[in-house]
């Protein structure tokens, strides 16, 4: 019998697919460099296949599990989708400009107290000035959701969301290089701005620079809150990723075991191969992997640590590690799906819980894809890191990604909003 995480449902990625026995669910081709990166973005966007059903519409769960479902496989490809999925929901939101095929947008909102970036109004319209750290996709995406400070008459300072087209001659990218190779073909760096064009979204830019509304506090709407949640969809598609080696070599060990030859050719009751059961029941979300140069069994390199698993059984220590790892992706899988449910059954947020939700969503999952990272650590010894260059790559670019967790200083702001909350204990 497979081992699973799931029963049917949103989430039930299976965690016991073999490298090489599913070649829609391969890893892809390096990622590293952002140019190919680039490339694999775009074909997602202009194959319509990062086009999930938007927040709060209904089948939130569905628009998440194609995030999850990129992740498993490649997770700065994953972070690249996500920004772009959340830019189109935003500009929805706020009535902005509808991206295009040919588009691959972003969404940079971190500030830093040291430079912060200013948007001012000018005869030709507004202009941002400053920098902006942190921007992924800084040269691969074309287009960028940038909050900027403004000045208003009835409020002083205020925040603004203005579009900007990334070849603008006031757009330049920081120099110097990266410390770390996670995620590097995310291409995350800082940003600088001097005179960039942007045009404003999501309130009436007036035009003595003053807008009488700065803003419509975008962070403040449910969407905005909705595509946080949804980042965690991409640590829970990581953390698959990640656990998907234990439970592969514990099946392998298993049929070892039991006389069998491996996966190759298995079949369920039914008589389907565990790729048609996958195609009959879900279909493909992420599309062929080859699109992106997969290079199908062994991946980069051509090369699995799991063919040095034969003979090797793994020991009751890591068996309660992978009961573990199990456990934690229920929990990751169960929380996403309530979350979903929720958003959907209250799009206008009229209860007042996006917020919080959020926040409870993104600490849960970031606790049990951390976990999972230890964990498998911890009953895999250091051979898949040494021996898979693809898979140490999912493991530090997922652990890189769960520092967009901003960790305590959520758990802060959960705090006080659960203090706030006129019931806020679950019993």
């Known amino acids: 019998m497979a081992t699973s995480v799931t029963t049917a449902g949103p989430f039930d990625i299976p965690l016991d697919v073999p490298p090489g026995a599913d070649p829609d669910r391969a890893l892809p081709a390096d990622l590293s460099d952002p140019t190919r990166t680039g490339a694999a973005l775009g074909v997602l966007v202009e194959s319509g296949r990062l086009d999930p059903p938007l927040s709060a519409a209904g089948s939130t769960a569905a628009r998440w599990r194609v995030l999850a479902d990129l992740a498993v496989n490649d997770v700065t490809l994953a972070r690249l989708a996500a920004g772009h999925a959340g ?185 389907r191969s565990d790729h048609e059961d996958w195609t009959v029941h879900h279909g493909s979300v992420s599309g062929s992997a080859n699109r992106y140069g997969a290079t199908g069994r062994g991946g980069p390199g051509g090369h699995h640590w799991f063919a040095d698993r034969r003979g090797r059984p793994l020991d009751a220590r890591a068996l309660v590690h992978l009961g573990r790892v199990d456990a934690l992706l229920m929990a990751g899988r169960c929380v996403l799906e309530t979350a979903a449910r929720e958003i959907d059954a209250d799009p206008g947020d009229t209860g007042g819980s996006a917020r919080r939700r959020a926040l409870q969503v993104r600490a849960a999952v970031e606790t049990c894809a951390t976990e999972v990272i230890d964990l498998v650590g911890r009953a895999l010894g250091p051979g898949p890191l040494c021996s898979d260059r693809g898979y140490a790559r999912r493991v530090a670019d997922l652990g890189f990604h769960l520092r967009h967790s901003h960790v305590e200083h959520d758990l802060e702001t959960l705090a006080n909003a659960v203090l706030d909350d006129l019931d806020p204990f679950w019993w």
């Open 87 to 271: 830019a189109v929901a935003i500009l929805n939101d706020l009535d902005g400009p509808v991206p295009r095929r040919d588009q691959r947008w972003g969404v940079w909102d971190i500030d830093t107290p040291v430079s912060p970036l200013a948007a001012r109004w000018g005869p030709d319209g507004w202009t941002l000035h400053g920098a902006r750290p942190a921007c992924s996709g800084a040269r691969v995406l074309t287009h960028a959701l940038v909050a900027a400070e403004i000045t208003t008459a009835e409020a002083g300072e205020a925040r603004q969301l203005f579009a900007v087209r990334l070849d603008d001659r006031g757009i330049a990218v920081a120099a110097g290089g990266r410390a770390s190779r996670a995620m590097a073909g995310a291409d995350t760096a800082t940003v600088l701005f001097d005179g960039a064009r942007a045009v404003a979204v999501g309130g009436p830019a007036e035009t003595s620079g003053r807008s009488a509304t700065a803003a419509t506090a975008y962070s403040d709407r449910p969407v905005f809150w909705h595509a946080a949640a949804g980042v965690a969809a991409c640590w829970f598609g990581g953390a698959i990723g990640v656990a998907r080696p234990l439970f592969a070599a514990g099946r392998l060990d298993r049929t070892d075991h039991e006389g069998r030859s491996g996966y190759e050719g298995r079949s369920d009751h039914e008589g």
